[in-house]
């Protein structure tokens, strides 16, 4: 059983930066992709970032190109999300997730197998 559990959430001002990271057990399959995802009060749940485990190929949303940077520690079994010059449209409850057998990352929600109980990110202006 894959478990993926999130941490680093918090209130920044906008400008500001938060690292948050998800730290997963359970699998033995090089074949995943984990992203990070978020989902605001009354919005649909948005990838914004992806990365294959495989081939460290990666995918970001329009909205953070830029400013997040998504990598992984394959040591610890930790994803990162770097978030950069915070704007208060990415407050949001940011989850986890991984799917398993992908190789080309993709911000396909309901493709993920697994996800983490998210953390609020809170961006104040």
């Known amino acids: 059983q894959v478990q993926l559990v999130e941490s680093g959430g918090g209130s920044v001002q906008a400008g500001g930066s938060l690292r948050l990271s998800c730290a997963a057990s359970g699998y033995t399959s090089k074949n995943i992709c984990m992203g990070w995802f978020r989902q605001a009060p009354g919005q649909e749940r948005e990838g914004v970032a992806v990365?294959?485990?495989?081939?460290?190929?990666?995918y970001y949303a329009d909205s953070v190109k830029g400013r997040f940077t998504i990598s992984q520690d394959n040591t610890k079994n930790t994803l990162y999300l770097q978030m950069n010059s915070l704007k208060p449209e990415d407050t949001a409850i940011y989850y986890c997730?991984?799917?398993?057998?992908?190789?080309?990352?993709?911000?396909?929600?309901?493709?993920?197998?697994?996800w983490g109980q998210g953390t609020q990110v809170t961006v104040s202006s």
């Open positions: 997730a991984a799917a398993l057998g992908c190789t080309s990352p993709h911000p396909i929600a309901f493709l993920y197998n697994y």
């Open positions: 990365i294959s485990t495989l081939t460290g190929a990666t």
